[in-house]
């Protein structure tokens, strides 16, 4: 089922999915929509990337200066950073039980189910605190 979405900086959707199928699938979990064309396209996860999202992802976000789309799994504790204009994935990073996106400056802002805040961008990830809050699958920077 196609469950959250985000839209670019160039009006198109992503669209994260989420497979409730063989546990062996590999079912696309991302797609694109662009209004300019009316086409809805899977993307193709790397076999191994697919894998790490055990056919889940819990968010989608488009990152303020519109260059990048992150995706996120708690199911895989991953966050892909897409760029929008290659429909690529360009890094990945693990943080435990991941799910919140916010976008944030250039990037974003992660927040996994053990408390972590993590500011990712196209350089990496950096802790900017851990909580004894448990996040739950929405974030929003103010």
């Known amino acids: 089922s196609l469950r959250h979405l985000a839209v670019d900086a160039k009006g198109r959707a992503w669209i994260g999915g989420q497979y409730e199928g063989p546990k062996a699938d590999l079912p696309p979990l991302l797609a694109v929509f662009d209004p300019a064309t009316g086409r809805l396209a899977a993307l193709e996860m790397p076999p191994a990337l697919s894998a790490r999202y055990r056919s889940y992802v819990g968010s989608v976000m488009a990152s303020g200066d519109g260059r990048l789309v992150a995706t ?18 360009l890094a990945h990073h693990e943080i435990e039980d991941v799910c919140g996106l916010a976008a944030w400056g250039e990037g974003f ?12 961008t196209r350089a990496g990830a950096t802790t900017v605190g851990r909580h004894a809050l ?7 920077a103010l």
């Open 72 to 89: 996120s799994s708690p199911r895989g504790s991953i966050v892909t950073l897409w760029d929008i204009a290659t429909l690529q994935p």
């Open 134 to 140: 448990h996040w739950d699958n929405h974030a929003l």
């Open 109 to 120: 802002l992660a927040t996994g189910g053990g408390g972590d805040l993590v500011h990712l």
